[in-house]
């Protein structure tokens, strides 16, 4: 084990977390056109929203499908793995797939996304390389152009995952908003838990509703 003195733990840890903050920082430069589309393709979705992902990404994608859900827009996490052995059969022409990758290079992911295009409205790529064999397929591609160094060693994918996630946070609240769906409704379906204790607990005080829920703006 390599030792380290206390200056160099501290250096590295700061510099990790600046290449972090940097590459959330580089989620920002995607909001654009091609966001709003994937934003109005969100909110229109008469079906569910289908997230996935492989690797570290699929664990973003699942995240990604819980927080949709939780805000007001139908969603489920698929695994291209699980998708390519019947999992496919899920999906209707009124669902709308997004896939998250950072190369784009998943031979698993890419055919599960040219099979899942041709039975649902739509399929969005968000991704840190703007031309691969998965945007080819993709009717909108939210690209990320992220710094050298921001997944540890160039493999690990610690600040590009972040900022996958920041871009899907971002769609789930513009999402959330253009359905209308205000903080409270969402507590009937986060009924148990600090989160829900904590929000009930100050809708109980009075004169402070407003400030536990806020509004839906």
Same mark, same amino acid.
């Given at each position: 084990?390599?030792?380290?003195?206390?200056?160099?733990?501290?250096?590295?840890?700061?510099?990790?977390?600046?290449?972090?903050?940097?590459?959330?920082?580089?989620?920002?430069?995607?909001?654009?056109?091609?966001?709003?589309?994937?934003?109005?393709?969100?909110?229109?979705?008469?079906?569910?929203?289908?997230?996935?992902?492989?690797?570290?990404?699929?664990?973003?994608?699942?995240?990604?499908?819980?927080?949709?859900?939780?805000?007001?827009?139908?969603?489920?996490?698929?695994?291209?793995?699980?998708?390519?052995?019947?999992?496919?059969?899920?999906?209707?022409?009124?669902?709308?797939?997004?896939? $998250?990758?950072?190369?784009?290079?998943? +031979?698993? #992911?890419? &055919?599960?996304? !040219? @099979?899942? =295009?041709?039975?649902?409205?739509?399929?969005?790529?968000?991704?840190?390389?703007?031309?691969?064999?998965?945007?080819?397929?993709?009717?909108?591609?939210?690209?990320?152009?992220?710094?050298?160094?921001?997944?540890?060693?160039?493999?690990?994918?610690?600040?590009?995952? $972040?900022?996958?996630?920041?871009?899907? +946070?971002? #769609?789930? &609240?513009?999402? !959330? @908003?253009? =359905?209308?769906?205000?903080?409270?409704?969402?507590?009937?379906?986060?009924?148990?838990?600090?989160?829900?204790?904590?929000?009930?607990?100050?809708?109980?005080?009075?004169?402070?509703?407003?400030?536990?829920?806020?509004?839906?703006?």
């Amino acid at each position: 084990m390599a030792a380290l003195s206390d200056e160099e733990v501290a250096a590295r840890a700061l510099a990790v977390i600046d290449a972090d903050h940097r590459a959330v920082g580089a989620a920002a430069a995607c909001v654009g056109p091609d966001f709003v589309r994937v934003a109005r393709l969100l909110a229109s979705c008469r079906g569910k929203v289908l997230v996935t992902g492989s690797g570290t990404s699929g664990i973003v994608a699942s995240r990604a499908a819980h927080l949709f859900s939780f805000c007001g827009t139908p969603s489920f996490y698929l695994s291209p793995a699980d998708g390519l052995h019947g999992g496919l059969g899920a999906l209707q022409p009124d669902d709308f797939v997004i896939a $998250l990758s950072k190369f784009g290079g998943s +031979d698993e #992911l890419n &055919e599960f996304c !040219r @099979l899942a =295009r041709a039975r649902c409205s739509g399929l969005a790529v968000v991704t840190a390389r703007a031309a691969s064999p998965l945007t080819a397929l993709a009717d909108v591609v939210l690209a990320i152009h992220l710094e050298d160094d921001a997944d540890l060693g160039g493999i690990a994918a610690t600040g590009s995952s $972040l900022a996958m996630g920041a871009i899907i +946070d971002a #769609l789930v &609240e513009v999402a !959330r @908003l253009s =359905r209308g769906v205000t903080w409270e409704a969402m507590l009937d379906t986060h009924p148990l838990g600090g989160v829900a204790h904590d929000a009930r607990a100050r809708q109980a005080a009075p004169g402070d509703r407003a400030s536990a829920l806020g509004s839906a703006t």
